[in-house]
C-alpha cells in the first residue's frame, strides 16, 4: 500500500532494486559503530571512491534516513563514517518536520525501503536560539521558527540544549502526524523514528 500511495504521490514510476533492507535495530547499530569510530578516530571512509560512485548510477539504498540541523558544523555522513548511498539525509535549519523534509522523508520509506529515520538536533542550536529570543525578521524566519515554540513550550525551560533535545522529539513525533505514509510505515513495515543529540563539543552522538 505504502508504495502505491507514494508513486501516486510523486507521479513517477517506483524503480525495483534487488537489495537486502537492513532493519532498523541493525541500522541503529551501524551508526554507533560509525560514531565510535568517529571519535575514536578511527574512520573507515569505506564506499567513498570512484568505484562506489559507478555502483549508484543504477539506483540506491540507504539504511538509514537522518533529518538534522543545516548547522555547517554538523555533518551526519561524517559524524557517522557513512560512505556514498548509505545516508538519506535532509538538512534544514533547526531539523524541523515541515512540509518539504517530510515530503523527503515519505520518498525514502516508500521508494527505497529505509526502516529507520533519525531526527537529529544538537548543541547550541542557532535556530532554536533564535526561537529563544523571539528572533526571525521576514516571513520565511517567522515560519521556522514557529515550529521550534511547542519545544520550547513543552520544555519549560530556557536552556537551549533542553529545547534542542525536546525539538527533536517533537520532530519525531510530527512525523508520523503529519505524514500517513511515515505513520503506516511504523505500524506494519518495521520503521522506527528515534531522536538523538549531536554533542559540538566532542562530536559524540546521544542516539
Known sequence: ??????????????????????????????????????????????????????????????????????????????????????????????????KSTVASIEYAIAHLGTKLIVVMGHENCGAVGAALANGGGSESLDHLLAEIKPAIAQSGSTDINEVVKVNAQLSAENLLARSLIISDAVKNEGVEVVSAFYNLSNGKVDL
Do not use: H
Open 1 to 98: 500500500m505504502i508504495y502505491n500511495c507514494l508513486n501516486f504521490y510523486l507521479n513517477v514510476p517506483v524503480k525495483q532494486i534487488k537489495i537486502l533492507i537492513m532493519q532498523a535495530k541493525d541500522a541503529i547499530q551501524n551508526l554507533k559503530a560509525g560514531n565510535a569510530r568517529f571519535l575514536e578516530g578511527k574512520v573507515e571512509r569505506n564506499n567513498q571512491d570512484s568505484t562506489r560512485v559507478q555502483s549508484l548510477t543504477g539506483g540506491q539504498a540507504p539504511w538509514a534516513i537522518i533529518l538534522s540541523c543545516a548547522d555547517s558544523r554538523v555533518v551526519p555522513e561524517l559524524a557517522f563514517d557513512a560512505g556514498l548511498g548509505e545516508l538519506f539525509v535532509i538538512r534544514v535549519a533547526g531539523n524541523i518536520a515541515n
